[in-house]
């Protein structure tokens, strides 16, 4: 497992217990939160050097990471009480500070930690954790599919295409089966998602009646778009991962289909 996922876990289990017995309590649950994650720093801190203490053969750069994996984790936590719990928009200021303090940790965690860090069973750290940033970006992505401003449709276009590059790395560094699959499996998944909100975004500014120049170019970038999906659909085939991460959905024939209509609709005398 991943440093992250093994702080989250312990940080899960420890807040769990102690929200049942305050549920019911009227508090200032801001305050709650941010005391909740100051006093169980030091204690996650001791938790992530007893977890780095089982690993062998490799050693990090710096155990400075295991700070920016707590900070990682924790982010992560916070960020899920506000939006899923207290229902505080994902575009607020402190949420927004959340998403970014999760991104910077990951960040420096990929900078510390060397790729070929493994643990006593062969389990890649480094993939683990480009998988658990991966799935991060997903989630923080998908939280804004409601909202209609510009801003922030091109923020959730950002997360997904950075996901896949955190999961395509994985894939890259030839990490363990079950890690690969892992993420293989959820670039098919932000694929879709990525097709269905570009072609939308497509054909609402070719509604917009700018030049066919412009809409030519439009057309070929989401073409070229669809052809690396389906290079990476083909890939599947070939690629050693378990055999439901290779399940394709039959909706990403729409997009390839959808190719003909829209091109007919745009340029009926081509």
Known sequence: MSICHALLQVFLSTFVNAASELIDEVVDTTALVRSICEIRQLFFTNIALEILSAYNRKDLRDPEVVLYANSAATARLEYNIKVNIYKEAVTSAPVRALVDDVCASFTKIF???RPDFETQNGSS???NSLVDFGFALYTFAQDLNKETDQVWKDKRIHYLEAAVRALRDVLKRRGPRPTRSKAIEKIT????ILLRLKSNAMIERASLFVPAKVVRTLYKDFADYVQAVQEHLIQ?????VRIGAKDIPLCF???T???ISISAGMFPFA
């Open 257 to 259: 289909v959808g190719l």
């Open 236 to 240: 599947l085939c070939y690629d050693d």
């Open 253 to 255: 024939v729409d997009f």
């Open 189 to 192: 998944e932000i694929y879709y």
């Open 111 to 113: 900078e510390i930690i």
């Open 125 to 127: 750290v480094y993939s």
